[in-house]
Each structure stands twice: as C-alpha cells, then as structure tokens.
C-alpha cells in the first residue's frame, strides 16, 4: 500500500529552441523592470545577448560567477544588485552562474530567472552552496529556487562534448539515487525513469554530433525532469562521496560523478532492487551498474577516479569521510564496502 508525501518546489517552465526570444516577456510576468544578468566570464556573450533582449529592462551584467560560489564574489554581485537597484536576477549558464543567483536571492530575496546551459539541474533546487576559506557550505531555502526557468536548447550547442558527456552522466546520477531515495514517491519515480531514458538516448548523439538540435532538445528535457528530482528528494551514498571527493580532493564535479555513479549503484543493488531494475529498463541495458558505466564509455566521459587526479592513497581517507555522517541510502554505509567500492571506482573496472 502506498504512503508518501509529495512536496514539489514548483517553478515555472518554459521550453524550446529559440525561447531566449521571451526573456524579456517572463521578465514583465514577474512584475519586475530592473535586471542585473549574471554569467561567468566565458559566457559574456550570452549574457550581452540576454540583456540586448530586455532593453532598457536591464540594468546590468555581472560576468565573474565561478564555481562553488566564492563568498567574495557573492558580496560583490550582492553589492553590485544593490547599487543598481535591480528587482530581479537572470542568471544564465551553468550551475556555478544559477549558484551566484541563489546567494543573491538568499540575502535580497530577489527572484531569480533561470536560463541553464548546462544539464546539472540546480535551476530546479532550493539548494544553495556558499564556499568561504576553502569550505563549501550548503542549504536549503525556497527563496533561492528560481521562480521561472527558460530552458532553450539553442544555447547549450556550444557546449563542448568534454563537458556534456559528464555533465548528462550528473544528471543521471540525480535520477538513479532519486528511484531509490528513503524520502521518494511514485510521481518523482516517473521523473526519475523518463530523466534516465532521455538522457541516455540523446547524450551519446549530442557528443557525436554537436549540431544535432533534436538531440540536444531531448538532453535538455532530461536534465530539466533530473533537476526537479534533484530538488524534490534527498540524495544517497553516490552524492555523499562525489561532495566527499570533490571537497577534499578537488576533483571535478560532473566527472566524479561519472565515474563514481556505476560503482554506487552496484554498492546498492541488492537494496534497491525495483530502483535497479527500472534504471536498467531506462537504458535498455542487462544491469544498472553496466548500463551506467558503458553508456560513460560511450560519451566518452572519464571511467576511473585515477584518470581525474584521485591520489591512491587518499582511498581510505575518502572511505572514512564518507562512512561519517552518512546521508539516508538503501543499504548501511559501512567502511569495508565503501573502500571496495572507491577502489573499483579507483581502477575504472567495468561491473559485474
Ligand atoms: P559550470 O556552471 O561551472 O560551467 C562549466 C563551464 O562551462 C563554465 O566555464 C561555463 O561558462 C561553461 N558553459 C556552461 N554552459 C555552456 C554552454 N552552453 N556552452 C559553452 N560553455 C558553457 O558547470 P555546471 O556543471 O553546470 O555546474 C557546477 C556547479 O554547480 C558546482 O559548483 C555544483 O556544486 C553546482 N550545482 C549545484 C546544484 C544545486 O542544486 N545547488 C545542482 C547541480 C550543481
């Protein structure tokens, strides 16, 4: 018999080739007239281009967001909304430029619009990250969940394979731990399925061919339906030791997960058995663990945590953080399989 709770932080969304067209229209649906846009320093382009859009609507562009939110330049572009007594955000890029929005919003309360051009799904979370000295911090706080979001393929075909391949692979991840989350329900399963199935038809496309708009609609879409299961349920052992590996050992978010996400599925397996099945049907693979890790393979994402700067001998250091604190998972996190697991992770072996 089912029981659950569906607690679904909602945003408004708006899809398809060519949607930047009506920034400027979802800007004016907000109620608000003065726009401070936000990128990192590569993507200016894009941002002058979202501010050509909204006309004497904007007020500004702040082009320094860089990953994991540097508490510095928080203050900067929270100093910089100020100054220009801008009403909104519109943050457009990836999940380092959407982060910068959420730590604007979570002191001003400004509404953020999302135009994501990456598939790491944080324009679908209250989840925020701050890093001050070194040390990222997290949170959950409705105020930094973008209000709408314009998902538009046309700005992620300049995304590079090398940065695509992994960065579907993280959404997956979102999905896979989402089938088997403690706090899951029936409706972010269906989220969960249909994320997995899109993503894993379209991404070996899009790195294949860069061009292929279709394909990169049907990326956008998974990542899209990957980040509100991301937002709507709690994360696993696979989470837990990807901000485990990335913290301590700066080792790249969308690749760790990649490579890791195999090896915690199999770790899983026996305690989630439907969540495996499921995953398995999605990719239309024998097993979860080796539908995740040939699909990696096949987008041509990293494999092993070696082949990412992971020091050896930082194995059980990572097994020992990771047994600490543990977040909710199907099975016990216990010392002995998590050090298994990070040295199958470790050599880039193929599941069982
Ligand atoms: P990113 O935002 O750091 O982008 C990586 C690089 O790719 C940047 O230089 C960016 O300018 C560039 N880029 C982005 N889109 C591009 C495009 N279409 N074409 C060309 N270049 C493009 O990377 P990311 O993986 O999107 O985000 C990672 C960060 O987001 C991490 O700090 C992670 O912790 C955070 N994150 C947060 C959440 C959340 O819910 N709060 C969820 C996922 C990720």
């Known amino acids: 018999m089912q029981s659950f709770t569906y607690d679904q932080p909602a945003a408004r969304v708006v899809f398809g080739a060519g949607a930047l067209a009506r920034l400027a229209d979802e800007v004016k649906r907000l109620g608000a007239s003065r726009v401070l846009v936000l990128s990192t320093p590569e993507q200016e382009k894009e941002a002058d281009e979202a501010a050509r ?11 320094r967001a860089v990953m994991h939110v540097p508490i510095e330049t928080a203050r900067e572009a929270r100093e910089t909304a100020k100054r220009l007594g801008a009403d909104c955000c519109v943050a457009i890029g990836g999940g380092s430029t959407i982060g910068l929005g ?3 919003a979570l002191e001003s ?12 799904g944080s324009e679908m979370t209250p989840i925020y990250g701050l890093t001050e000295d070194g040390i990222k911090k997290t949170g959950r706080d409705r105020k930094v969940l973008p209000r709408t ?7 992620t075909l300049t995304l590079p394979p090398r940065i695509a391949g992994p960065s579907g692979m993280n959404a997956i991840a979102h999905c896979v731990e989402g089938l088997y989350a403690l706090d899951g329900n029936p409706i972010i399963s269906m989220f969960c399925a249909e994320g997995i199935r899109a993503l894993a038809r379209s991404l070996p496309k899009v790195v294949q061919s860069p061009g292929d708009l279709s394909a990169r609609s049907e990326a956008l879409y998974g990542a899209w339906l990957a980040g509100t299961v991301l937002g709507a349920v709690s994360v ?19 690749e760790v997960h990649t490579v890791i996400l195999p090896h ?25 663990g080796r539908g995740l890790y040939d699909l990696a393979v096949k987008v041509g994402a990293p ?4 082949d ?11 097994a020992e953080l990771a047994t600490q604190n543990p977040y909710a998972n199907p099975r016990p996190v216990d010392y002995a399989g998590v050090l298994a697991l990070l040295r199958n992770a470790y050599e880039g072996v193929r599941p069982e």
Not at 53 to 63: D, I, K, Q, T
Not at 109 to 120: N, R, W
Not at 236 to 254: E, Q, R, S, Y
Not at 303 to 306: D, G, Y
């Open 53 to 63: 859009h909204l006309g004497s609507e904007a007020v500004g562009v702040f082009s």
């Open 102 to 104: 959420k730590a604007i």
């Open 109 to 120: 309360g400004l509404p953020i619009l999302a135009v994501p051009t990456t598939y790491a």
């Open 149 to 155: 979001v314009i998902y538009d393929p046309e700005l």
């Open 236 to 254: 696993g052992i696979h989470h837990k030791l990807c901000h485990t590996l990335g913290g301590t050992f700066n080792l790249p978010h969308a």
């Open 264 to 288: 915690a599925v199999v770790f899983n397996s026996k305690a989630a058995p439907a969540a495996m099945r499921i995953t398995a049907e999605a990719l239309e693979a024998e097993t979860a």
């Open 303 to 306: 494999i092993s945590l070696r």
């Open 308 to 318: 990412i700067g992971m020091p050896e001998d930082g194995l059980e250091r990572a």
